[in-house]
């Protein structure tokens, strides 16, 4: 008896000695071996964090305007403990440059403690206009500490560095007017090699993107250079109405060499950052949500993205996509003339397109206030009827699609732009910020799509795959329904881009 409560009491000790051990294991756990070197992360919350790893080699000197290249391999291990440089960019309110050209960095939200098995990775591309923004300003915490998730966020290129065509200038610039969109790929080509080493899936990457992320991400889908570096994608207010025609890039380009005083683009390899910033700034004034953006240059994309899904197909992927219900109030309590849009605003937002939006808000003054009017056909042409024509065009390719409208403003006031970033990226300490239930419902659904699941609930309602017959969108509201839509509203006449210059 005596032998046996030993023996037992030794087991005993011995596994906790091994649980305490496994633990300090796993907190100390911060450092990851990856194709370029070892690197550090520190320990954060629920999470083990990378921040600021590099996934291409700095753009600057000889590689300025070039697409990304492979990172050159380090010897140290890299202590990842700071947020990388922003990409360069103009604040408007302060009059100033701000961030690098060496930006390509991205963070690692890695949980600390999940079940066995390889887990599920989110990538997020920010928003801004493709002028403005950061990986670092959404909180990756969000899904990593409690959900299981490995979340990632990065920096890319933004506004003339990330999307200025320089095709037809030099043959050794001719993916130019795509760099932000290939710097997107990059990092997910650098998450493929190496998710691995952190727990993480490479055959369950998902793709997420808000504003001009959203449109990056749609136009990742119309990219061949990035099929088989994801699996899914989260398109939130976005759609491919970015993609411009390389007349309307070479004519914005136009306009900064303008802006600079200069005649010739090869000038612009000379230039200083902020000089390059500041008339980008110039150029896009209040009104530029599409003078920066992919480029339709034969190459990285090609072709009408519409036509293309038509005739190349692509692999099935799970797709989740919304926009919020009044879209454009966000741009019109910026630029305050667009609530009694002319032709002169109108042509400052859309180019040579505002003439069918200008007919459209006409129209629309038949039955609605001015206010009205504007707040309905703008949401339209800015987003709503983006979203759904790439809604349609992936459910018939075949990809399993589930739709949302956010029409929720806990304050009272209307859903617009944005609105829907605090309930997707809920986190506990922000409760005050929003209705913690629907927030609860809504990040829940976002998880369950990320982890792969067919079945995704907004509370105990299935969420239906989105049809061109019977239309079934989930409206998040304080209590969110589903609705069929009878009707969704399309102009055949207006391009699958937004901004054009002919």
């Known amino acids: 008896m005596r032998s046996e409560k030993k023996c037992g009491l030794t087991k005993f ?101 999940h079940p066995a098995g390889k887990m599920p990775v989110l990538v997020w591309i920010h928003g801004g206009g493709m002028t403005n923004g950061a990986g670092k300003g959404n909180n990756g915490h969000a899904f990593s500490d409690n959900d299981g998730i490995i979340t990632i966020t990065i920096n890319y290129r933004l506004g003339a560095f990330g999307f200025t065509y320089l095709g037809d200038v030099n043959k050794a610039y001719a993916t130019s007017g795509n760099n932000g969109l290939l710097d997107c790929i990059m990092a997910l080509k650098w998450i493929k090699q190496n998710i691995i080493a952190f727990d993480g899936d490479p055959s369950k990457v998902t793709v997420m993107g808000q504003s001009a992320g959203a449109k990056l991400v749609s136009a990742i889908y119309v990219s061949p250079a990035a099929k088989g570096y994801y699996s899914q994608l989260i398109i939130e207010s976005g759609g491919v109405q970015c993609i411009r025609d390389s007349s309307t890039a070479k004519s914005i380009r136009k306009r900064m060499l303008d ?21 980008e700034g110039k150029v896009i004034s209040r009104q530029g949500t599409n003078y920066f953006g992919p480029v339709n240059d034969g190459l990285i994309i090609t072709g009408d993205p519409y036509q293309y899904i038509n005739e190349h197909g692509s692999p099935k992927v799970r797709v989740l996509i919304g926009t919020t219900k009044y879209e454009s109030l966000l741009f019109m309590w910026g630029d305050k003339r667009l609530y009694r849009p002319d032709s002169i605003v109108l042509k400052g937002w859309f180019g040579d397109n505002f003439k069918q939006i200008l007919a459209a808000y006409q129209m629309a003054l038949t039955h609605n206030t001015p206010d009205s009017a504007a707040i ?79 079945n995704i609930k907004i509370g105990d309602q299935l969420w239906p795959n989105y049809n061109t017959e019977t239309r079934p969108v989930f409206v998040l509201d304080k209590s969110p329904y589903i609705n069929n839509l009878k009707h969704v509203y399309n102009d055949p006449s207006f391009p699958s881009g937004c901004f054009l210059l002919k």
């Open 13 to 113: 000790a011995l596994l906790g000695i091994s649980l305490i051990f496994s633990h300090s294991l796993n907190a100390q756990n911060t450092v990851v071996k990856t194709s370029d070197g070892y690197i550090k992360g520190v320990a954060e919350n629920q999470s083990i964090v990378f921040k600021g790893v590099p996934y291409a080699q700095p753009p600057v000197g000889n590689l300025r305007f070039k697409a990304p290249q492979n990172h050159a391999p380090w010897t140290d291990t890299l202590l990842c403990d700071k947020f990388g440089s922003i990409s360069a960019q103009y604040v408007g309110a302060q009059k100033k440059v701000i961030g690098s050209e060496d930006c390509l960095s991205l963070n690692i939200y890695q949980p600390a403690n």
């Open 376 to 454: 309905k056909v703008l949401t339209q042409y800015m987003y709503q009827m983006h979203s759904y024509r790439f809604a349609a065009e992936l459910a018939q390719d075949g990809n399993p699609v589930w739709k949302y409208r956010f029409d929720y403003n806990k304050n009272g006031g209307s859903a617009t732009h944005g609105g829907e970033l605090s309930y997707v990226w809920y986190m506990p300490e922000h409760a005050k910020q929003v209705d913690s239930l629907l927030a609860l419902q809504v990040h829940s659904a976002w998880v369950s799509f990320i982890k792969g699941e067919d």
């Open 259 to 279: 802006s600079l005083s200069v005649n010739n683009a090869s000038n612009l390899f000379g230039l200083s950052t902020e000089k390059i910033i500041e008339a």
